[in-house]
């Protein structure tokens, strides 16, 4: 015979939902922290597939091209202030010349150390909108990864750079 004594009754005592309902919440707020992070996406015509990279306010990229008409480099620096909220810090050249700025009247002039010349603007932009061309090899640059819009959507493609929180990116992507 079995003697059972040390069992209890599955109606005794409290059973807490706790544990599971901590997991589910842990696992929303992840959830809402990843959906929420800041992206700066690029987003070309035609549906051809789109790109990212995750951003934060105060977060540095640039454009680099080189001059269609004095086949220089030129880089454009832009600052993230925070949803379709870009600064144009400054652009660097290498000289003047056709269609590159000859003074400092829309902002201040310096000259770097490498002998560049930049430009400081802070122009405010909502969203950077150009149109890529194999003469000029646009490339976006962040933190060492450069994006190359000439390999990513080919000649004549219009791409708008903008800043968007991530679930924005997924909503007008995936639904």
């Known amino acids: 015979m079995c ?8 109606f005794a ?15 929303l707020v992840v959830f809402g922290w990843y959906a929420t992070r ?11 597939p789109k790109h990212y990279f995750v951003t934060a306010p105060g977060d540095v990229w640039n454009i680099r091209f080189t001059h269609s008409v004095e086949k220089t480099p030129i880089e454009e620096f832009f600052t993230v202030d925070g ?3 870009l600064v144009m810090t ?15 009247a829309p902002g201040e ?7 560049k010349f930049d430009l400081l603007m802070n122009r ?28 990513m ?12 929180y991530r679930y924005q990116y997924w909503l007008a992507n995936y639904l």
């Not at 005592?13 to 696992?27: E, N, Y």
């Not at 890529?132 to 060492?144: D, E, N, S, T, Y």
């Not at 959507?153 to 968007?164: D, L, N, R, S």
């Open 153 to 164: 959507y080919g000649q004549g493609t219009a791409v708008e750079i903008k800043v968007q």
């Open 83 to 85: 949803i379709d909220d």
């Open 13 to 27: 005592g409290f059973r807490s939902f706790l544990p599971g309902f901590t997991v589910i919440a842990i696992m």
């Open 3 to 10: 003697i059972l004594k040390d069992r209890i009754s599955t």
């Open 124 to 151: 405010l932009y909502k969203t950077v909108k150009l149109r890529v061309a194999i003469q000029a090899r646009p490339c976006v640059i962040h933190h060492g990864d450069i994006y190359d819009l000439c390999e």
């Open 109 to 115: 002039m310096r000259l770097t150390d490498d002998g």
């Open 90 to 104: 400054h652009t660097r050249f290498e000289t003047f010349g056709w269609g590159i700025p000859y003074s400092a």
């Open 38 to 48: 800041m992206i700066v996406s690029f987003n070309p015509e035609d549906n051809k």
